[in-house]
């Protein structure tokens, strides 16, 4: 199993960027898959952004395509999400989490490791 911490959260204003990252711990990052989810208070997780094993297949949610981008460093065994024109509707704790399919994956149940999250607040 693989230990995610992520960090980088934090309040900013609606348009600005933020960059959160998730640290692994146990086992290369590079052995995973790795994706993003995000959960809103009152509302289920939901996904936001996947990356393959390797780093050349990315998937992105429709509400944050052409916003957001899911990267990874495996040399530094780090996965990112870097957040751009950021709105209030983005206001949500943000969990990395890894998968053993290698081009990753949106749904949840497909993620065997997650971290703890950090949140995000987004202000207008």
């Known amino acids: 199993q693989v230990q995610l911490v992520e960090s980088g959260g934090g309040l900013v204003q609606a348009g600005g960027s933020l960059r959160v990252s998730c640290a692994a711990s146990g086992r290369t990052v590079s052995t995973y898959s790795m994706g993003w989810f995000r959960q809103a208070p009152g509302k289920e997780r939901e996904f936001v952004a996947a990356i393959s094993r390797s780093g050349g297949s990315t998937y992105v949610a429709d509400s944050v395509k052409g916003r957001f981008t899911i990267s990874r460093d495996n040399g530094k065994n780090t996965v990112y999400l870097q957040m751009n024109s950021l709105k209030p509707e983005d206001t949500a704790v943000y969990y990395c989490?890894?998968?053993?399919?290698?081009?990753?994956?949106?749904?949840?149940?497909?993620?065997?490791?997650w971290g703890q999250g950090a949140q995000v607040t987004v202000s207008s």
């Open positions: 989490a890894a998968s053993p399919l290698a081009y990753g994956s949106r749904r949840a149940a497909d993620f065997e490791s």
